[in-house]
């Protein structure tokens, strides 16, 4: 099993097979803390080979630099599914898209997302959260 691409963005969808990913990022800015970033998706592109045949636990869990989940009541989140490719196909790609809304951040700092298959972490994707100053306007002369 390999992940083709893992990323956090504005927005993504599959139209037929092919991951559309508009606004990729990996940091936030925000003018005060805490802050809730209203919606975003993690877009991911698996790639499966007839040796991944079978059933697998995925786990996605968002950390921050503590190792203590975001939202400890809801991750992570581990969805279960099964891997079965026809006869003579030689790998499968597979798109998957979680919605994310609400995410509340309480301070800045590095968060993790943590992407991991049946008890094993695949990757760790970083998410940087920075507090920023309202710039003041600078004087008409």
């Known amino acids: 099993m390999d992940i083709q691409?893992?990323?956090?963005c504005d927005f993504a969808a599959d139209y037929n097979g092919k991951l559309?990913?508009?606004?990729t990022f990996d940091t936030l800015a925000?003018?005060?803390l805490p802050v809730v970033h209203?919606?975003?998706s993690l877009a991911l592109r698996f790639c499966f080979t007839p040796e991944d045949?079978?059933?697998h636990k995925l786990s996605i869990n968002i950390i921050n630099e503590d190792g203590e989940?975001?939202?400890?009541?809801?991750?992570?989140?581990?969805?279960e599914f099964e891997v079965q490719l026809p006869a003579g196909v030689p790998f499968l790609t597979r798109n998957v898209i979680l919605n994310l809304q609400g995410l509340q951040f309480p301070k800045?700092?590095?968060y993790s997302i943590d992407l991991g298959c049946d008890g094993e972490l695949l990757m760790r994707l970083p998410l940087r959260i920075v507090q920023v100053q309202q710039q003041q306007p600078e004087p008409v002369a």
Request: glycine share 12%.
């Open 30 to 32: 925000a003018r005060q």
């Open 69 to 79: 989940p975001l939202d400890p009541q809801n991750m992570p989140i581990e969805p």
């Open 38 to 40: 209203p919606s975003c």
């Open 53 to 55: 045949s079978g059933r």
């Open 20 to 23: 559309v990913i508009s606004g």
């Open 5 to 8: 691409i893992a990323t956090l």
């Open 108 to 110: 800045g700092g590095i």
